[in-house]
């Protein structure tokens, strides 16, 4: 029997995209799911033309902006389906998306949450390449050190049992830019996924994403590598410090690429050499930081 799929969309200040986001979930060919798009305080025309799709299955729900995690978790408390999906409001699934990764679910029944690839779009959705295949091997040590792509995309690709949220699983507040990386750290550690090698999502790149806003970039990675110290997910203090390094590499290829700064890039430098001395040559290599 099919099996009833809740999808959350957060919105905020998503006007121009929102309509092309809603049509991928109408055109799924997988058709029992329920779609919640949550309003995240959008000073735009975003509710007013989310509510135009509204009907028996497409939730409108307005909160005041309290940013993504918030709404989020908001999308999660009102969900009714078996499965939860995620979905930003600017990016775009495929219309195979939904029926794919159900049927890895059927294929193996133990998994807890399934993900594919995606390919990688301009603003008007025009794809340019593949983006970074995942990998469902050794999920979290590959993603605290931060060497390969593990669910690439995840807050439009992640499918998910509705059970692991029985947990007190969710999007932390205080995280933004990072909130995927964050939640992601604790899902892969506490439930078992699998990864579907098929390109099904398209993540729409725009100048101005969150991303590539450094001050925030640069506070929500270290924090969120500070809390899983803190929780303990490093196995030992060598990983630790290998991961840090690697985190702060990564911070400064942002400053130098992204944020026209390498004075702040060469702090995070020393601070990468400061915690794994061996690595960072090679490392700065792998990044390839233009001049």
């Given at each position: 029997?099919?099996?009833?799929?809740?999808i959350?969309?957060?919105?905020y200040?998503?006007?121009?995209?929102i309509?092309?986001?809603?049509?991928?979930?109408?055109?799924?060919?997988?058709?029992?799911w329920?779609?919640?798009i949550?309003?995240?305080?959008?000073?735009?025309a975003t509710e007013?033309?989310?509510?135009?799709?509204a009907?028996?299955r497409i939730?409108?729900?307005?909160?005041k902006?309290?940013g993504v995690?918030?709404?989020?978790?908001h999308?999660?408390?009102?969900?009714?389906g078996?499965y939860?999906a995620f979905?930003?409001?600017?990016?775009?699934?495929?219309p195979?998306?939904?029926?794919?990764?159900i049927?890895?679910?059927?294929k193996?029944?133990?998994?807890?949450?399934?993900?594919?690839?995606?390919y990688?779009?301009?603003?008007?959705?025009?794809i340019?390449?593949?983006?970074?295949?995942?990998?469902?091997e050794?999920?979290?040590?590959?993603?605290?050190?931060?060497?390969?792509a593990v669910?690439?995309?995840a807050?439009?690709?992640?499918?998910?049992?509705?059970?692991?949220?029985?947990?007190?699983?969710?999007?932390d507040?205080?995280?933004?830019?990072a909130?995927?990386?964050?939640?992601?750290?604790y899902?892969v550690?506490?439930?078992k996924?699998?990864?579907?090698?098929?390109?099904t999502c398209i993540?729409?790149i725009?100048a101005?994403?969150?991303?590539r806003?450094?001050?925030?970039?640069?506070?929500?990675?270290?924090?969120?590598y500070?809390?899983?110290?803190?929780?303990?997910?490093?196995k030992?203090?060598?990983?630790?410090?290998?991961?840090?390094?690697?985190m702060?590499?990564?911070?400064?290829g942002?400053?130098?690429?992204?944020?026209?700064?390498?004075?702040?890039?060469m702090?995070?430098m020393?601070?990468?050499?400061?915690?794994?001395?061996g690595?960072?040559?090679?490392?700065?290599q792998?990044?390839?930081?233009?001049k």
């Amino acid at each position: 029997m099919p099996v009833m799929i809740s999808i959350v969309v957060p919105a905020y200040k998503a006007e121009k995209f929102i309509d092309k986001t809603i049509e991928s979930v109408l055109k799924q060919t997988y058709t029992d799911w329920e779609l919640i798009i949550i309003n995240d305080g959008s000073p735009d025309a975003t509710e007013a033309r989310a509510q135009a799709y509204a009907s028996d299955r497409i939730r409108v729900v307005s909160q005041k902006n309290s940013g993504v995690s918030i709404a989020r978790n908001h999308g999660i408390a009102l969900a009714k389906g078996e499965y939860i999906a995620f979905l930003d409001a600017d990016d775009y699934w495929l219309p195979n998306n939904l029926s794919d990764k159900i049927a890895l679910f059927e294929k193996y029944p133990d998994a807890d949450f399934v993900f594919s690839n995606f390919y990688i779009g301009d603003e008007n959705l025009v794809i340019r390449e593949k983006g970074p295949e995942g990998t469902d091997e050794n999920m979290l040590e590959n993603y605290l050190y931060w060497k390969r792509a593990v669910i690439p995309g995840a807050s439009s690709n992640l499918l998910v049992r509705k059970t692991c949220f029985d947990s007190g699983l969710r999007f932390d507040p205080q995280f933004s830019t990072a909130a995927d990386q964050d939640f992601c750290f604790y899902l892969v550690k506490n439930f078992k996924g699998r990864h579907l090698n098929e390109y099904t999502c398209i993540y729409r790149i725009l100048a101005n994403s969150m991303s590539r806003n450094m001050t925030v970039f640069t506070k929500d990675h270290i924090g969120v590598y500070k809390k899983a110290a803190d929780k303990h997910l490093f196995k030992n203090f060598f990983q630790k410090q290998r991961c840090f390094s690697n985190m702060y590499l990564i911070v400064a290829g942002g400053w130098w690429v992204n944020g026209g700064s390498k004075l702040k890039s060469m702090k995070f430098m020393l601070l990468a050499l400061l915690h794994n001395p061996g690595s960072i040559f090679s490392l700065m290599q792998k990044l390839r930081f233009s001049k």
